[in-house]
DNA sequence: ATAATGACATACCGACCGGTCGGTATGAGA
DNA sequence: TCTCATACCGACCGGTCGGTATGTCATTAT
Protein backbone atom coordinates (compact mmCIF):
# COMPACT_ATOMS: atom_id res chain seq x y z
CA UNK A 1 0.00 0.00 0.00
CA UNK A 2 2.62 2.39 0.75
CA UNK A 3 4.76 1.41 -2.63
CA UNK A 4 1.56 3.30 -4.09
CA UNK A 5 3.25 6.38 -2.89
CA UNK A 6 6.33 5.65 -4.07
CA UNK A 7 5.40 4.86 -7.87
CA UNK A 8 3.73 8.34 -7.40
CA UNK A 9 6.53 9.72 -6.41
CA UNK A 10 8.40 8.11 -9.70
CA UNK A 11 5.65 9.08 -11.58
CA UNK A 12 5.52 12.63 -10.88
CA UNK A 13 9.30 13.45 -11.13
CA UNK A 14 9.00 11.58 -14.46
CA UNK A 15 6.24 14.18 -15.85
CA UNK A 16 8.31 17.28 -14.15
CA UNK A 17 11.20 16.56 -16.51
CA UNK A 18 8.83 15.73 -19.43
CA UNK A 19 7.17 19.01 -18.70
CA UNK A 20 10.48 20.62 -18.51
CA UNK A 21 11.99 18.80 -21.91
CA UNK A 22 8.54 18.75 -23.80
CA UNK A 23 8.94 22.73 -23.55
CA UNK A 24 11.92 23.46 -24.41
CA UNK A 25 12.84 20.73 -27.15
CA UNK A 26 10.20 19.64 -29.91
CA UNK A 27 8.38 16.46 -29.37
CA UNK A 28 10.45 14.47 -31.74
CA UNK A 29 13.28 15.89 -30.14
CA UNK A 30 12.53 14.54 -27.00
CA UNK A 31 14.00 10.83 -26.66
CA UNK A 32 12.60 8.77 -24.08
CA UNK A 33 16.36 7.79 -22.59
CA UNK A 34 16.45 11.52 -22.20
CA UNK A 35 13.25 11.45 -19.60
CA UNK A 36 14.76 8.60 -18.04
CA UNK A 37 18.14 10.23 -17.61
CA UNK A 38 16.35 13.59 -16.67
CA UNK A 39 14.24 11.42 -13.91
CA UNK A 40 16.80 8.94 -12.50
CA UNK A 41 15.48 6.29 -13.59
CA UNK A 42 16.03 3.94 -16.61
CA UNK A 43 13.50 3.64 -20.01
CA UNK A 44 11.88 0.01 -18.64
CA UNK A 45 10.86 2.20 -15.56
CA UNK A 46 9.16 4.95 -18.06
CA UNK A 47 7.70 1.71 -19.78
CA UNK A 48 6.56 0.44 -16.92
CA UNK A 49 4.32 3.10 -15.75
CA UNK A 50 3.31 4.50 -19.27
CA UNK A 51 2.59 2.40 -22.03
CA UNK A 52 4.65 4.63 -24.58
CA UNK A 53 5.92 7.97 -25.42
CA UNK A 54 2.28 9.48 -26.79
CA UNK A 55 0.75 8.39 -23.69
CA UNK A 56 3.17 9.88 -21.22
CA UNK A 57 2.48 13.03 -23.12
CA UNK A 58 -0.94 12.81 -22.53
CA UNK A 59 -0.59 11.97 -18.70
CA UNK A 60 0.95 15.17 -18.92
CA UNK A 61 -1.36 16.98 -20.45
CA UNK A 62 -4.25 15.35 -18.44
CA UNK A 63 -2.30 15.98 -14.76
CA UNK A 64 -2.25 19.73 -15.82
CA UNK A 65 -5.29 20.28 -17.03
CA UNK A 66 -6.79 18.98 -13.88
CA UNK A 67 -5.24 21.46 -11.67
CA UNK A 68 -5.78 24.61 -14.45
CA UNK A 69 -9.50 23.46 -14.55
CA UNK A 70 -9.73 23.93 -11.15
CA UNK A 71 -8.27 27.06 -10.85
CA UNK A 72 -9.72 28.35 -14.30
CA UNK A 73 -13.29 27.51 -12.87
CA UNK A 74 -12.92 29.52 -9.78
CA UNK A 75 -12.58 33.07 -11.90
CA UNK A 76 -15.45 31.82 -14.02
CA UNK A 77 -17.88 31.42 -11.04
CA UNK A 78 -16.57 34.74 -9.75
CA UNK A 79 -19.11 37.37 -9.41
CA UNK A 80 -18.33 40.89 -10.66
CA UNK A 81 -18.59 42.78 -14.40
CA UNK A 82 -16.82 40.79 -17.25
CA UNK A 83 -13.77 42.93 -16.80
CA UNK A 84 -13.09 42.09 -13.17
CA UNK A 85 -13.81 38.51 -13.95
CA UNK A 86 -11.52 39.06 -17.23
CA UNK A 87 -8.80 40.51 -15.08
CA UNK A 88 -8.89 37.48 -12.41
CA UNK A 89 -8.46 35.01 -14.54
CA UNK A 90 -5.98 36.24 -16.39
CA UNK A 91 -4.51 37.17 -13.68
CA UNK A 92 -4.68 33.67 -12.00
CA UNK A 93 -3.10 32.44 -15.68
CA UNK A 94 -0.59 35.58 -16.43
CA UNK A 95 1.22 34.62 -12.44
CA UNK A 96 1.33 31.05 -12.96
CA UNK A 97 4.96 29.49 -12.58
CA UNK A 98 6.71 30.11 -15.73
CA UNK A 99 6.27 26.33 -17.03
CA UNK A 100 2.43 25.89 -16.45
CA UNK A 101 1.73 28.87 -18.27
CA UNK A 102 3.94 27.54 -21.20
CA UNK A 103 1.92 24.29 -21.42
CA UNK A 104 -0.80 25.73 -22.98
CA UNK A 105 1.33 26.77 -25.68
CA UNK A 106 2.83 24.04 -25.82
CA UNK A 107 -0.05 21.98 -26.74
CA UNK A 108 -0.68 24.50 -30.12
CA UNK A 109 2.62 23.62 -31.59
CA UNK A 110 2.01 19.91 -30.99
CA UNK A 111 -1.09 20.31 -32.09
CA UNK A 112 -1.03 17.65 -34.81
CA UNK A 113 1.59 15.41 -33.53
CA UNK A 114 -1.36 12.75 -33.36
CA UNK A 115 -3.47 11.37 -36.17
CA UNK A 116 -5.48 9.32 -33.81
CA UNK A 117 -8.94 11.53 -34.00
CA UNK A 118 -9.33 10.19 -29.92
CA UNK A 119 -6.25 11.60 -28.70
CA UNK A 120 -6.08 14.51 -31.32
CA UNK A 121 -9.92 15.25 -29.60
CA UNK A 122 -8.11 15.12 -25.99
CA UNK A 123 -5.58 18.05 -27.26
CA UNK A 124 -8.30 19.59 -28.56
CA UNK A 125 -9.65 20.17 -25.46
CA UNK A 126 -6.74 20.97 -23.20
CA UNK A 127 -6.35 23.65 -26.03
CA UNK A 128 -9.79 24.83 -25.36
CA UNK A 129 -9.50 24.58 -21.89
CA UNK A 130 -8.79 29.00 -21.56
CA UNK A 131 -10.72 30.04 -24.24
CA UNK A 132 -14.13 28.38 -23.15
CA UNK A 133 -13.35 30.04 -19.85
CA UNK A 134 -13.33 33.35 -21.39
CA UNK A 135 -15.96 32.65 -23.56
CA UNK A 136 -18.34 32.32 -21.06
CA UNK A 137 -17.63 35.69 -19.25
CA UNK A 138 -17.98 36.83 -22.71
CA UNK A 139 -21.33 35.59 -23.10
CA UNK A 140 -22.17 37.24 -19.26
CA UNK A 141 -20.91 40.20 -20.82
CA UNK A 142 -23.28 40.31 -23.21
CA UNK A 143 -25.95 39.53 -21.68
CA UNK A 144 -25.35 42.34 -19.03
CA UNK A 145 -25.10 44.52 -21.78
CA UNK A 146 -21.68 45.17 -20.75
CA UNK A 147 -20.24 44.52 -24.62
CA UNK A 148 -21.45 44.45 -27.71
CA UNK A 149 -22.92 41.86 -29.13
CA UNK A 150 -20.27 39.86 -31.50
CA UNK A 151 -19.44 36.38 -32.10
CA UNK A 152 -18.31 34.96 -28.56
CA UNK A 153 -16.15 32.61 -30.12
CA UNK A 154 -13.75 34.57 -32.33
CA UNK A 155 -13.78 37.82 -29.42
CA UNK A 156 -12.63 34.71 -27.23
CA UNK A 157 -9.60 33.77 -29.49
CA UNK A 158 -8.72 36.94 -29.95
CA UNK A 159 -8.54 37.51 -25.87
CA UNK A 160 -6.44 34.89 -25.40
CA UNK A 161 -4.40 35.35 -28.23
CA UNK A 162 -3.45 38.53 -26.64
CA UNK A 163 -2.82 37.33 -23.29
CA UNK A 164 -0.62 34.52 -24.72
CA UNK A 165 1.17 36.91 -26.97
CA UNK A 166 3.12 39.04 -24.10
CA UNK A 167 4.19 34.73 -22.88
CA UNK A 168 6.16 34.99 -26.23
CA UNK A 169 9.79 35.76 -25.91
CA UNK A 170 10.14 38.72 -28.36
CA UNK A 171 7.76 40.64 -25.59
CA UNK A 172 9.36 40.10 -22.53
CA UNK A 173 11.30 42.92 -21.73
CA UNK A 174 8.38 45.31 -23.05
CA UNK A 175 6.60 45.06 -20.13
CA UNK A 176 8.28 43.26 -17.21
CA UNK A 177 4.88 43.76 -14.94
CA UNK A 178 2.36 41.55 -14.45
CA UNK A 179 0.01 43.99 -13.92
CA UNK A 180 1.07 46.36 -16.85
CA UNK A 181 0.42 43.46 -19.43
CA UNK A 182 -3.24 42.85 -17.63
CA UNK A 183 -4.04 46.38 -18.30
CA UNK A 184 -3.11 46.68 -21.81
CA UNK A 185 -4.63 43.51 -22.90
CA UNK A 186 -8.13 44.40 -21.35
CA UNK A 187 -7.79 48.25 -22.59
CA UNK A 188 -7.22 46.83 -25.89
CA UNK A 189 -10.10 44.35 -25.54
CA UNK A 190 -12.79 46.86 -23.83
CA UNK A 191 -11.87 50.30 -25.29
CA UNK A 192 -10.15 49.58 -28.46
CA UNK A 193 -6.58 51.53 -29.45
CA UNK A 194 -8.40 54.34 -30.91
CA UNK A 195 -7.74 57.80 -29.85
CA UNK B 1 24.91 28.79 -68.20
CA UNK B 2 21.20 27.81 -69.25
CA UNK B 3 21.86 24.79 -66.57
CA UNK B 4 21.40 27.68 -64.08
CA UNK B 5 17.96 27.91 -64.70
CA UNK B 6 17.43 23.53 -64.72
CA UNK B 7 18.94 24.00 -61.05
CA UNK B 8 16.84 27.02 -60.02
CA UNK B 9 13.84 24.63 -61.23
CA UNK B 10 14.81 21.47 -59.19
CA UNK B 11 15.84 23.71 -56.29
CA UNK B 12 11.79 25.46 -56.13
CA UNK B 13 10.41 22.36 -56.29
CA UNK B 14 12.43 21.36 -53.38
CA UNK B 15 11.60 23.84 -51.57
CA UNK B 16 7.97 23.81 -52.37
CA UNK B 17 7.59 20.74 -51.21
CA UNK B 18 9.71 21.43 -47.93
CA UNK B 19 6.82 24.13 -47.69
CA UNK B 20 4.35 21.52 -47.73
CA UNK B 21 6.09 19.14 -45.88
CA UNK B 22 7.07 21.38 -42.59
CA UNK B 23 4.08 22.56 -42.44
CA UNK B 24 1.74 19.18 -42.06
CA UNK B 25 4.46 17.50 -39.87
CA UNK B 26 7.22 18.65 -37.23
CA UNK B 27 10.46 19.53 -38.23
CA UNK B 28 11.80 16.42 -37.07
CA UNK B 29 9.26 14.15 -39.00
CA UNK B 30 10.05 15.64 -42.14
CA UNK B 31 13.08 13.19 -43.35
CA UNK B 32 15.34 14.07 -46.64
CA UNK B 33 14.01 11.25 -47.93
CA UNK B 34 10.53 12.25 -48.20
CA UNK B 35 11.77 15.80 -49.27
CA UNK B 36 13.67 14.05 -51.73
CA UNK B 37 10.95 11.74 -52.87
CA UNK B 38 8.14 14.69 -53.05
CA UNK B 39 10.31 16.53 -55.30
CA UNK B 40 11.27 13.52 -57.79
CA UNK B 41 15.22 13.43 -57.19
CA UNK B 42 16.97 11.70 -54.67
CA UNK B 43 18.46 12.79 -51.55
CA UNK B 44 22.29 12.86 -53.41
CA UNK B 45 20.30 15.81 -55.36
CA UNK B 46 19.34 17.62 -51.88
CA UNK B 47 22.53 17.51 -50.43
CA UNK B 48 23.81 18.97 -53.79
CA UNK B 49 21.88 22.14 -53.52
CA UNK B 50 21.78 22.58 -49.92
CA UNK B 51 24.63 21.96 -47.22
CA UNK B 52 22.19 19.94 -44.87
CA UNK B 53 18.11 20.14 -43.81
CA UNK B 54 18.86 22.90 -41.16
CA UNK B 55 20.23 25.05 -44.28
CA UNK B 56 17.49 23.73 -46.58
CA UNK B 57 14.99 25.13 -44.13
CA UNK B 58 16.39 28.27 -43.79
CA UNK B 59 16.56 28.47 -47.24
CA UNK B 60 12.62 28.36 -47.69
CA UNK B 61 12.49 30.41 -45.00
CA UNK B 62 14.66 33.00 -47.44
CA UNK B 63 12.93 33.01 -50.10
CA UNK B 64 9.36 33.47 -48.32
CA UNK B 65 11.23 36.39 -46.69
CA UNK B 66 12.12 37.93 -49.82
CA UNK B 67 8.23 37.62 -51.43
CA UNK B 68 6.41 38.19 -48.40
CA UNK B 69 8.81 41.46 -47.51
CA UNK B 70 7.93 42.85 -51.36
CA UNK B 71 4.16 42.34 -50.79
CA UNK B 72 4.01 44.23 -47.31
CA UNK B 73 6.30 46.79 -48.03
CA UNK B 74 3.35 48.52 -50.25
CA UNK B 75 0.98 48.98 -47.78
CA UNK B 76 3.39 50.12 -45.08
CA UNK B 77 4.22 52.72 -47.76
CA UNK B 78 0.47 53.32 -48.92
CA UNK B 79 -1.05 56.11 -47.82
CA UNK B 80 -4.09 56.67 -46.06
CA UNK B 81 -4.89 56.61 -42.17
CA UNK B 82 -3.90 54.11 -39.80
CA UNK B 83 -6.92 51.96 -40.12
CA UNK B 84 -6.95 51.52 -44.13
CA UNK B 85 -3.43 50.80 -43.65
CA UNK B 86 -3.84 48.46 -41.72
CA UNK B 87 -6.99 47.07 -43.33
CA UNK B 88 -4.78 46.30 -46.65
CA UNK B 89 -1.73 45.02 -45.14
CA UNK B 90 -4.35 42.61 -43.30
CA UNK B 91 -6.12 41.83 -46.23
CA UNK B 92 -2.97 41.80 -48.22
CA UNK B 93 -1.82 38.68 -45.61
CA UNK B 94 -5.44 37.13 -45.21
CA UNK B 95 -5.65 36.41 -48.90
CA UNK B 96 -2.07 34.87 -49.05
CA UNK B 97 -2.52 31.77 -50.36
CA UNK B 98 -2.69 29.29 -47.78
CA UNK B 99 0.56 27.88 -47.20
CA UNK B 100 2.55 31.40 -47.88
CA UNK B 101 -0.15 32.40 -44.63
CA UNK B 102 0.20 29.45 -42.76
CA UNK B 103 4.51 29.54 -42.88
CA UNK B 104 4.63 32.55 -40.73
CA UNK B 105 2.94 31.01 -38.03
CA UNK B 106 5.08 27.60 -38.95
CA UNK B 107 8.27 29.80 -37.82
CA UNK B 108 6.31 30.40 -34.50
CA UNK B 109 6.33 26.74 -33.89
CA UNK B 110 9.72 26.06 -34.41
CA UNK B 111 11.17 29.00 -32.95
CA UNK B 112 13.27 26.79 -30.54
CA UNK B 113 14.73 23.90 -32.86
CA UNK B 114 17.92 25.97 -33.73
CA UNK B 115 20.69 26.78 -30.62
CA UNK B 116 23.20 28.15 -33.03
CA UNK B 117 22.41 31.90 -32.38
CA UNK B 118 22.83 33.12 -35.32
CA UNK B 119 20.26 30.58 -37.19
CA UNK B 120 17.88 31.60 -34.37
CA UNK B 121 18.62 35.55 -35.22
CA UNK B 122 17.30 34.38 -39.11
CA UNK B 123 13.97 32.69 -37.49
CA UNK B 124 13.53 35.79 -35.19
CA UNK B 125 13.97 37.84 -38.19
CA UNK B 126 11.58 36.14 -40.11
CA UNK B 127 9.11 36.14 -37.31
CA UNK B 128 9.21 39.50 -36.71
CA UNK B 129 8.36 40.84 -40.13
CA UNK B 130 5.28 41.21 -40.03
CA UNK B 131 4.85 42.64 -36.26
CA UNK B 132 7.38 45.54 -37.48
CA UNK B 133 5.38 46.29 -40.62
CA UNK B 134 2.34 46.26 -38.23
CA UNK B 135 4.52 48.31 -35.85
CA UNK B 136 5.35 51.47 -38.21
CA UNK B 137 1.64 51.83 -38.72
CA UNK B 138 0.54 52.20 -35.80
CA UNK B 139 3.53 54.44 -34.58
CA UNK B 140 2.34 56.68 -37.75
CA UNK B 141 -1.51 56.57 -36.21
CA UNK B 142 -0.13 57.74 -32.83
CA UNK B 143 1.69 60.73 -34.37
CA UNK B 144 -1.20 61.49 -36.13
CA UNK B 145 -3.89 61.47 -33.31
CA UNK B 146 -5.64 58.33 -35.09
CA UNK B 147 -4.02 56.24 -31.97
CA UNK B 148 -3.86 56.88 -28.69
CA UNK B 149 -0.18 56.74 -27.44
CA UNK B 150 1.02 52.93 -26.17
CA UNK B 151 3.84 50.42 -26.34
CA UNK B 152 4.24 50.36 -29.83
CA UNK B 153 6.04 46.79 -29.25
CA UNK B 154 3.21 45.67 -27.82
CA UNK B 155 0.28 46.83 -29.77
CA UNK B 156 1.76 45.12 -32.99
CA UNK B 157 2.10 41.94 -31.23
CA UNK B 158 -1.25 42.21 -29.73
CA UNK B 159 -3.00 43.16 -33.51
CA UNK B 160 -0.87 40.13 -35.20
CA UNK B 161 -1.89 38.09 -32.78
CA UNK B 162 -5.36 38.55 -33.31
CA UNK B 163 -4.67 37.97 -36.93
CA UNK B 164 -3.21 34.93 -37.03
CA UNK B 165 -5.41 33.42 -34.07
CA UNK B 166 -8.24 33.76 -37.68
CA UNK B 167 -5.83 31.16 -39.29
CA UNK B 168 -5.80 28.33 -36.68
CA UNK B 169 -8.68 25.57 -37.14
CA UNK B 170 -10.25 26.56 -34.41
CA UNK B 171 -11.54 29.88 -35.78
CA UNK B 172 -12.27 28.31 -39.53
CA UNK B 173 -16.06 27.76 -39.35
CA UNK B 174 -17.12 30.70 -36.92
CA UNK B 175 -15.77 33.18 -39.81
CA UNK B 176 -15.30 31.65 -42.74
CA UNK B 177 -15.48 34.80 -45.25
CA UNK B 178 -12.16 37.37 -45.28
CA UNK B 179 -13.73 40.55 -45.06
CA UNK B 180 -15.67 39.66 -42.01
CA UNK B 181 -12.58 38.34 -40.43
CA UNK B 182 -10.65 41.49 -41.43
CA UNK B 183 -13.51 43.87 -39.89
CA UNK B 184 -14.11 41.88 -36.68
CA UNK B 185 -9.88 42.19 -35.93
CA UNK B 186 -10.28 45.93 -36.86
CA UNK B 187 -12.99 46.52 -35.03
CA UNK B 188 -11.81 45.13 -31.87
CA UNK B 189 -8.49 46.86 -32.29
CA UNK B 190 -9.54 50.55 -32.76
CA UNK B 191 -13.13 50.09 -31.00
CA UNK B 192 -12.81 47.82 -28.40
CA UNK B 193 -15.61 45.17 -27.42
CA UNK B 194 -17.82 47.60 -24.59
CA UNK B 195 -20.98 48.36 -25.57
C1' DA C 1 38.92 15.80 -79.06
C1' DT C 2 39.42 15.97 -74.44
C1' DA C 3 39.41 17.68 -69.95
C1' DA C 4 36.57 19.77 -66.53
C1' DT C 5 32.40 20.86 -64.31
C1' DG C 6 27.77 20.64 -62.78
C1' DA C 7 23.61 17.86 -61.75
C1' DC C 8 22.24 14.39 -60.27
C1' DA C 9 21.75 8.77 -58.82
C1' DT C 10 23.14 4.76 -55.94
C1' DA C 11 24.84 2.53 -52.15
C1' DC C 12 26.05 2.75 -47.73
C1' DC C 13 27.46 4.17 -42.76
C1' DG C 14 27.05 5.26 -37.97
C1' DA C 15 24.13 7.14 -34.63
C1' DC C 16 20.07 7.17 -32.42
C1' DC C 17 15.31 6.19 -31.16
C1' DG C 18 11.06 3.81 -29.56
C1' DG C 19 10.02 -0.25 -27.72
C1' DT C 20 10.75 -5.21 -25.77
C1' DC C 21 12.13 -8.56 -22.57
C1' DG C 22 14.31 -11.45 -19.14
C1' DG C 23 15.76 -10.71 -14.90
C1' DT C 24 16.26 -8.51 -10.06
C1' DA C 25 15.28 -5.90 -5.84
C1' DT C 26 11.89 -4.68 -2.52
C1' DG C 27 8.36 -4.85 0.54
C1' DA C 28 3.56 -6.23 1.93
C1' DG C 29 0.63 -10.07 3.46
C1' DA C 30 -0.09 -14.93 5.07
C1' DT D 1 9.68 -17.36 6.55
C1' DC D 2 7.52 -18.20 2.23
C1' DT D 3 4.81 -16.10 -1.50
C1' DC D 4 3.92 -12.99 -4.71
C1' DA D 5 2.94 -8.67 -6.87
C1' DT D 6 5.04 -4.42 -7.96
C1' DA D 7 8.92 -1.29 -9.14
C1' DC D 8 12.74 -1.10 -11.65
C1' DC D 9 17.11 -2.40 -14.30
C1' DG D 10 19.91 -3.00 -18.44
C1' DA D 11 20.86 -5.28 -22.56
C1' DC D 12 19.09 -5.64 -26.86
C1' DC D 13 16.38 -5.24 -31.52
C1' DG D 14 14.41 -3.47 -35.73
C1' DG D 15 14.07 0.46 -38.04
C1' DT D 16 14.90 5.24 -39.42
C1' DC D 17 17.39 9.24 -40.09
C1' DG D 18 21.01 12.68 -41.43
C1' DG D 19 24.87 12.59 -43.86
C1' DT D 20 28.72 10.79 -47.06
C1' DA D 21 31.45 8.52 -50.69
C1' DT D 22 31.43 7.34 -55.18
C1' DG D 23 29.82 6.76 -59.79
C1' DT D 24 27.35 8.35 -64.15
C1' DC D 25 26.18 11.32 -67.74
C1' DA D 26 25.28 15.46 -70.17
C1' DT D 27 27.05 20.00 -70.96
C1' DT D 28 30.66 23.39 -71.34
C1' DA D 29 35.38 25.18 -71.71
C1' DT D 30 39.86 24.65 -73.82
Given at each position: ??????????????????????????????????????????????????????????????????????????????????????????????????????????????????????????????????????????????????LRPQDTRLASWHFVAMVEVTLTPYANGVLGDVNAKLNHVLDLFFRGSAA
Open positions: MMLETRSQATISRILDVARTLFLTKSYADVSMASLASGADVTKGALYHHFAGKEELYLALLHRDLKSKGLLFRQSVDAPGTARERLARLTRDFLTLPREERALIRLVRRDINIFHDPVRANLIAAYQQALPNCVGSIIEDGIKAGE
